[in-house]
């Protein structure tokens, strides 16, 4: 139980690691985008398959986030990431930064629905 508390703890500083690097001029375009669609899809409430699916629903969670955060931090250099992981023992995230992700996912999934929508009232 311990090793998985452990773990947890990891991927949410790897998370907030990310988060540090991809406002690093440093760090290339590509993994910049691709950190935003990691970390959206992250703490993002809705899910690519919903959760009340038994076993599929979480297995996304269990899969596609770590793995996506993997590849995210393949793509920084090593010295950029040991900083910002260096960082995340001492620095934390501010309320100001986690209302402004929350109000972009808000956006992003308001702006799918609303494409859906007009696709499906079209015809």
Do not use: C, H, Q
């Given at each position: 139980?311990?090793?998985?508390?452990?773990?947890?703890?990891?991927?949410?500083?790897?998370?907030?690691?990310?988060?540090?690097?991809?406002?690093?001029?440093?760090?290339?375009?590509?993994?910049?985008?691709?950190?935003a669609l990691v970390i959206g899809y992250a703490i993002s409430p809705i899910d690519l398959i919903p959760d009340f699916i038994p076993v599929l629903g979480y297995l996304d969670d269990l899969i596609?986030?770590?793995?996506?955060?993997?590849?995210?931090?393949?793509?920084?250099?090593?010295?950029?990431?040991?900083?910002?992981k260096e960082k995340t023992s001492t620095e934390k995230i501010n309320i100001r930064t986690k209302w402004l992700i929350a109000l972009i996912i808000i956006f992003i999934w308001s702006f799918v629905i609303y494409l859906i929508l007009k696709l499906l009232l079209r015809k």
């Open positions: 139980m311990n090793s998985l508390k452990e773990k947890t703890k990891k991927l949410k500083k790897d998370i907030f690691a990310l988060y540090l690097a991809y406002k690093d001029p440093r760090v290339l375009w590509y993994a910049k985008a691709f950190i596609l986030i770590p793995l996506g955060i993997s590849l995210a931090i393949k793509m920084i250099p090593k010295n950029i990431l040991d900083e910002y």
